[in-house]
């Protein structure tokens, strides 16, 4: 069993940056992550394959999300640039087999972090 742990969240103002971290208890196959919004259904941000060679990003968020991983450490980071209120959310990592847009696709949930982004 693999176990998730988010950080980097925080408060920001809108059209600034931040760099969420997603350290793993051990090596990891594709990762994601997911936001959910009060009030909302939880939405797919972005995904990244096994090797990092592959990955995927909802429109949104597309030009101004960066996914990537670490390997060595066992991180997956989402670097946030030109944050915007509607970004506000809690954001969660997760890992399944292939990266994929659908939360039932992956097994394994981090506990999330919150990003709140002011106007």
């Known amino acids: 069993q693999v176990q998730l742990a988010e950080s980097g969240g925080g408060l920001v103002q809108a059209g600034g940056s931040l760099r969420l971290s997603c350290a793993a208890s051990?090596?990891?196959?594709?990762a994601g992550w997911f936001r959910q919004a009060p009030g909302k259904e939880r939405e797919f941000v972005a995904a990244?394959?096994?090797?990092?060679?592959?990955?995927i990003y909802t429109d949104s968020v597309q030009g101004r999300f960066t996914i990537s991983r670490d390997d060595h450490e066992y991180i997956v980071y989402l670097q946030m640039n030109s944050l915007k209120p509607e970004d506000t959310a809690v954001y969660y990592c997760?890992?399944?087999?292939?990266?994929?847009?659908?939360?039932?696709?992956?097994?394994?949930w981090g506990q999330g972090t919150q990003v709140t982004v002011s106007s």
């Open positions: 990244i394959s096994w090797s990092g060679s592959t990955t």
């Open positions: 997760a890992t399944g087999g292939r990266p994929s847009r659908e939360p039932r696709r992956y097994d394994y």
């Open positions: 051990g090596r990891t196959y594709a």
